[in-house]
């Protein structure tokens, strides 16, 4: 089992019929191929994670970093893992604005947030600052972390 991460930006805003478009072209694709993860879009930047069969997941990888609604993508994570953390999602994807964080209760902003929680792992660590640095508008932090 496999799994690879991805953090990219878009090279123009998706509407949500574009959106729609694209999810039901890479559920299809999972469902066909084995492939499991999720999808995480917004500020105009995508974070997927896929899980599967090595070779099908850099195939398909290989593609979407070729995808023209893509640029600066960024390889997070990519190696064995020992199962699927998402095995009934084919494509789980939820749309939400950072604004829409603040309904939930005791909802702590992401820049408030702090990667040194106790009791992580350092790779829990690591995916914990990617999500992070997903939800605030800009890259900064995600360029910082990665050394760019």
């Not at 106790?118 to 999500?131: H, N």
């Not at 890259?139 to 050394?147: A, P, S, V």
């Amino acid at each position: 089992m496999h799994q690879l991460i991805y953090f990219g930006q878009a090279t123009a805003s998706l509407t949500g019929t574009q959106l729609e478009q694209l999810l039901a072209q890479a559920r299809q694709f999972n469902a066909a191929h084995g492939l499991t993860g999720i999808l995480l879009y917004g500020n105009d930047q995508f974070l997927q994670v896929l899980e599967g069969d090595a070779a099908t997941i850099h195939s398909l990888y290989a593609r979407i970093c070729q995808d023209p609604r893509h640029h600066e993508v960024v390889t997070y994570a990519d190696g064995a893992i020992k199962g699927r953390a998402f095995a009934d999602w084919h494509m789980a994807y939820h749309p939400l604005v950072p604004e829409q964080f603040l309904e939930f209760a005791g909802y702590i902003s992401p820049a408030q947030l702090h990667a040194e929680q106790a009791g992580l792992s350092p790779a829990d660590t690591q995916l914990f600052q990617l999500l992070r640095a997903f939800l605030l508008p800009n890259r900064t932090g995600l360029n910082e972390q990665l050394g760019k």
